[in-house]
């Protein structure tokens, strides 16, 4: 076996040394062993592989010298397994790149044969080449395409089974193998050709918008976290496409899938790709369950959608119990009972595993659907819950047009928030308060939760006054609620939802940087429950 | 108040008016020049104060005149530009003096807000914020390596659809051989082609013999000055260190860097003898960061004995054929290719300058630099000097943990 990373390694010389290549991925809980070898802020992705390949003691793996971090993945493993050989390719195709790769590749066949002490025969490549002969492709148009930096094949699985529509991976781990050797005197250079002629990935000089142009339905654009490459190619992308774009940012940790799915859900979601089908107009009492991180909220309409209850408790350790007691509670304050409920939608991270809802649609299609009952002037709704931060545009009918949301980490959420007032010791009540006048206009610079307690500690130890530390925070939060803004445009009216909706403090920090006023709903923390509840009543997403 | 934030905060607020802004860096420039050029820094050796000049001259040069410019990156050969007499503005250094001026907060969040990645190195997202709100006038061309660092390829692409300006890319192989000697001895060929084109004038072949002449000379004299560094100290600066990258990179074979190196070397003469600890840095200096400036700049106790990214090719460029020994300059650049070369390089620079520490301040964005960390600190280990690193950013200053760098870099200092 013979593990490799990039699409461009020669994989069918390893199949033709009757070598098994594999493709490594990261899929890793920790970066333990990885992070005692490299430095920590290293692409997640390399991280992933070296704890792979130490953890499962892999001993020989071929790289190409494809990006800053694998070509340093090659020196950290240098000596350090028993095979390892880095093949220097090149950026171009023309004739003196595919004779540099040529070189390359033959270089590689002699080092596997010294260390393996085999023989290696051109026809068993060239049999296998053959078996994989460039066919027709498959017509792309209606298709949704996943397009951007490689995406594990778990996720693109998740993707496909939660949807009808054919999803093309035009991503490095979808790359198909097709092959259209010419040139048989001369196989290995015809072969290096083909090999740089496969769909170019960012790194290489050649250009992509070929792939871009394809008639898609739609678009998920994936980033993987410290690989800057394919950030610039969503942001030409952003601007250019008119059909709809989803972004995403994995870590390539298993940990996130759940983040990705419900972003892509929604994105499924406001696009009709996933449709439900209005039902008759139905009588009753409908409810509406949020299972969020911090919070799970419930809310119970009548058919005429006005409200009957409502009620909001912190989530316990598990979910579903909670989900069970903000019902309960729900229930019990409108005086009536379970049976009484004609249909229930649960939304929210927890809303899986809510056994009583009839179905699950994601926050995000939720909160719009709350925010535009509640005033259907707002264009524009922040979210900002316990521990994400999402922006959600609406169209003139409430129906959710784009989103953005943070990545993964706290930073700018109620956690940070928490986490900041534990460290001055104040109730996270004293940190919500206004604070206009402010004797020392502090900045706090680290958006990382764990950053900004150090600053805020060595700012307590420079003896600065706590309301000013706190007026910092709570700006600091405003602006990365703006810059989340701005990533899909301004456009008022706005609403703010989520539990730090009640902060007064970063509410007036996110106006005055807006320039205008937010509408905060009476009861902030309950809008995703309430569009969870009139999907249930109406039936229908928009 | 401070004059420099002040002029900040009116660029800041002016930010949705380019042409303003323009002029507005334009005038900072220029001030910063009368102001160097009238108030010498008296702590300041005659070669410092020289090339801060020369600097911030070229900078203001090449965005006073787009036409007659080409954006590049800092790996680019530029000898091709002197010889064609067609100004160079290096990004990185742009970015720098933008963080000076105290906007590049300001310019990254904007490179950030249209989607370029929280992640990516600082220069680059300020370079990108600063074209993003229209603040720089386009050039006629961009050159840029692929080698070093990934960044810089596509941020050049980027700026080139942006504005509709060619670029030429040259890939940079990774392994030296001669198939990769002509493969990038041709695209050097093909770029002046270009250059021609758009420039409309011709190179003159020995013109730029000349200046690979000047340039091997150059060589030779940086090379004696290395040698004075392990006997004698000539106290400078952060920003000093970093100048040096116009000298050592992109100015390169100018007469105007061979006079630089020619007066350096009368200063460390004329320098006294070692005292104090000096301390190697690998790859770049944070020259914004308050507790590197307060330990370093000027100060006796603890001195900069310069850093290897100024001494990335120490050969001789083959002045027969340049473009050959161009291209074999870009491919053995200690920077390029394994680690091994890059330790290689600064094991003989160790042995040469034989400095009391090593410090390696790790740019947040920089894969290739802090991929690499834990190998440069094996090495000082088994050379058996004391290594630190640190995590920050060279441009970015809101990436700088202050307060935990303070305990750090004094700790360090202190077990000197």
Known sequence: MIAYV???????????????????????????????????????????????????????????????????????????????????????????????????????????KAFKNRSFAEEDLLKILEGKSFKKKKES???????????????????????????????????????????????LKSYAESLLNLTPCMRMAEDRSKLINKEFKGIIYNTIKFCDFYSYEYAELKNKVDIPLLKIETDYTDSNSGQILTRVDAFFESTGIKKIEKKEALKGYFAGI??????????????????????????GPRAVESAFKAFEIALCNAGLKEKDITSTVATGYGRVSIPFADRIVTEITCHGKGAFFIDNAIRTVIDIGGQDSKVIRLDDSGNVIDFVMNDKCSAGTGRFLEVMARTLGVSIDE???????????????????????????????????????????????????????????????????????????????????????????????????LGAALISLEGKLG | MDPV????????????????????INFGLAAAYYYV???????????????????????????????????????????????????????????????????????????????????????????IGANELNILRKPEFMITTSMICDANMPTFRYLSRKYGVPLY????????????????????????????????????????????????????????????????????????????????HVFIGSREILSFYQMLIDDIKRAPERRGKSIFFVHLLPMFEKNFKDNFNFNNN??????????????????????????????????????????????????????????????????????????????????????LYLDGDCVDKRNNQEGQNRTRLEAFLEML
């Open chain 2, 37 to 127: 050029n009238f108030f010498k820094d008296k702590r300041s050796p005659k070669s410092l104060h020289y090339l801060n000049k020369y600097c911030i001259k070229s900078i203001k040069d090449s965005l006073k005149n787009p036409q007659n410019s080409a954006w590049v990156n800092l790996f680019s050969p530029c000898e091709f530009l002197i010889a064609m007499d067609i100004k160079p503005l290096f990004i990185e250094a742009y970015s720098s003096f933008m963080s000076g001026f105290f906007i590049e907060d300001y310019l990254i969040d904007t490179a950030e807000s249209r989607g370029i990645s929280n992640t990516l190195c600082s220069y680059h997202k300020t370079f």
């Open chain 1, 290 to 315: 949020d299972s969020g991180s911090t919070s799970t909220n419930a809310v119970i309409i009548d058919e005429n959608k006005n409200i009957i209850s409502y009620s909001i408790i912190p989530t």
């Open chain 1, 141 to 187: 148009s209606g298709s949704i395409a996943i397009l951007g930096a490689r995406l594990k094949d778990d996720v693109v699985e998740k993707i496909k089974n939660s949807c009808t529509v054919n999803i093309i991976n035009f991503t490095c781990t979808g790359e198909e193998r097709l092959f259209n050797i010419g040139a048989k005197n001369n196989l």
């Open chain 2, 302 to 387: 603890f001195h900069i004995a310069g850093s290897d990214i100024n001494y990335d090719f120490l050969g001789e460029i083959d002045e027969k054929d340049p473009f050959k020994g161009i291209a074999e300059k870009l491919i053995l650049t200690s920077f390029n290719g394994e680690i091994n070369r890059k330790v290689t390089r600064i094991r003989e620079l160790i042995e040469k300058v034989k400095p009391d520490g090593i410090i390696q301040f790790c740019h947040l964005g920089c894969k290739q630099s802090i991929g690499g960390t834990f190998i440069i600190k094996n090495l000082a280990s088994e050379m058996g000097i004391p290594f």
């Open chain 2, 169 to 248: 890319i040259i890939d940079i192989p990774y392994k030296y051989s001669e198939e990769a000697l002509i493969y990038v001895k041709n695209q050097l060929l093909e770029m002046v082609k270009r250059l021609e084109e758009v420039f409309k004038r011709k190179l003159d072949i020995d013109k730029l013999r000349e200046v690979v002449k000047i340039e091997n000379k150059t060589r030779t004299v940086m090379k004696e000055y290395l040698d004075y560094l392990k006997e004698k100290t000539l106290l400078t600066s952060m920003t000093f260190e970093m100048y040096m990258l116009f000298a050592s």
């Open chain 1, 431 to 529: 940190m919500a308060k206004v604070r206009k006048e402010v004797k020392e206009n502090i900045t706090i610079t680290s958006m990382c939760t764990v950053f900004a307690e150090s600053e805020v500690i060595s700012l307590i130890a420079q003896n600065k006054d706590q309301r000013d530390i706190i007026y910092a925070l709570n700006k600091a939060v405003a602006s990365k609620a703006v810059s989340l803004v701005d990533r899909i445009g301004r456009k008022g009216k706005y609403m703010m939802t989520g539990g730090v909706a009640k902060n007064q403090g970063v509410v007036h920090a996110i106006e005055s940087r807006l320039g205008e006023k937010l509408v905060i709903p009476f009861e902030p923390q309950i809008i995703g429950a």
């Open chain 1, 6 to 112: 990039c699409k461009y390694t020669p994989v069918e010389i390893i199949e033709a040394f009757g070598e098994e290549p594999v493709r490594l991925d990261s899929g890793c809980k920790s970066y333990e062993r990885a992070e005692a070898l490299i430095h920590s802020n290293m692409c997640s992705f390399v991280k992933g592989v070296l704890e792979n390949i130490v953890e499962n003691n892999i001993e020989e793996a071929v790289l190409t010298s494809c990006c800053d971090s694998i070509r340093r993945l090659y020196d950290v493993l240098k000596d350090r397994i028993k095979f390892i050989h880095i093949l220097d390719l090149p950026r171009k195709k023309d004739s003196l790149a595919v004779d540099l790769f040529y070189n390359e590749i033959a270089e590689f066949i002699e080092a596997y």
């Open chain 2, 5 to 24: 934030r002040f002029y900040s905060d009116i660029i800041k607020r002016n930010m949705d008016k380019p042409e303003k802004v323009n002029k507005l």
